[in-house]
């Protein structure tokens, strides 16, 4: 009863704190999977090097290196279909861009691969009228140095080759998310550079961003602000109390004048410790979609013009909103009765399972050109809203290969 009374207690004084500014909802997304049909293997995000997508489970369900299957089965992150398929369900949702998950784009474990996806997954966004920003993993540094594609003295001078080629091609794209002209951009910690390293990496920039840091790190870099996250911490179990503390303080810190994203989150179940990577780094609990409910409530009512979701599909630390077989579409189903309730929304829960329907036409093996021409159609249709007629038209396919 006492946390309940203390979230409540908490969402009236945001509310009297805040002038409800126009938000603008943003996902942060991972681009890093790979699929056996698509990229010809199982990328390590769907294995960990322990369990076998090819193999099924007791509960009937694929050995995924997560305690979630997303609702299209694990694909790759530079399949047409799944990007066409996630996009459209942003769009009815009321997700107004990405923040996409970026490692640089040298050719080293990954990293290019994620590259490449980040790029394709653009198109994509761009098409639904979406916007993007980057979280730069500047733990990328570190683990070139440990692996020997990157020496030390190298590390300030490869960051700043990074950012000018984002300020070349990203910050200036009418797509990239910006804040009083500027362009965003979330530093994942930091975990390797130091503040005065950071001054030597932007000084050159022509087009400065804002940067953005974890809210513990501000002190690291000369940041224009704090990104919030889930708040999990050294294995333990992290109670209601105990994020709505973090939150209280997080938003006061924006009460007082300083940049803030707001946090959204539905939950944190990893899967390290099974998949023998390392020790869990905590749990904190659904409570039955509750937990994205009342975060959401106070990310709405905080004087933040920017929410993150944490996260759109980081299925190995169990963050995950977009459509999965054990939750379905709960989480953009909140988020369409939260804009529903805040003023005229144009789509509804139907609508969020047309992309779906979309994506499993595609991959039908008997398709041939008419139908991939209908099926073209159709997309085009859901891309510019036409609901109605794209859900007459998938389900008159629909109905033909049953």
Known sequence: MRTILTFIAFAILSANAADKTAKTVLAHYMPWYASKPISKRWGWHWTMDRFNPDKMGANGQRELASHYEPL???????????????????????IGGVIIDWYGTENFRDYATIHRNSL???????????????????????????GGKLQRIQEVTHAEKEFKWMEQNWFNDP????LKGKPILLIF???HFKELQWDQITSNLSNQPLLYTLPHLTNQAKGSG??????????????PADWQKYLRDLYSKGAKGES??????????????????????????????????QTLELAWQSNSELIQIATWN????????EPTKEFAYRYLESLQRKFAANGKFAYTPLDLRLPIMLHQLRKHPANNRKITAQLNHASKLLFASRTAEAKTLLIKLWNQKQ
């Open 314 to 321: 980081d299925y190995g630390e169990g963050t995950i909103i």
């Open 260 to 293: 803030i994203i707001a946090p959204v989150f539905p939950k944190f179940h990893d899967i390290y410790q099974q998949a023998g990577v390392h020790k869990s780094y905590g749990y904190l609990d659904d409570q039955i979609g509750k937990t994205f409910e």
């Open 72 to 94: 299209i089965g694990p694909y790759d992150s530079n399949d047409p279909d799944v990007l066409e398929c996630q996009v459209l369900l942003m769009k009815y949702a009321g």
């Open 175 to 178: 797509a990239y998310i910006k």
């Open 226 to 239: 704090a990104f919030g996250w889930p708040p999990i911490d050294g294995g333990k179990n992290v109670t």
């Open 120 to 146: 394709s997954l653009i198109k994509y966004l761009k098409k639904a009228e979406l916007k993007y920003a980057i979280c730069y993993e500047d733990q990328s540094i570190k683990h070139m140095i440990e």
């Open 189 to 191: 910690g930091p975990q």
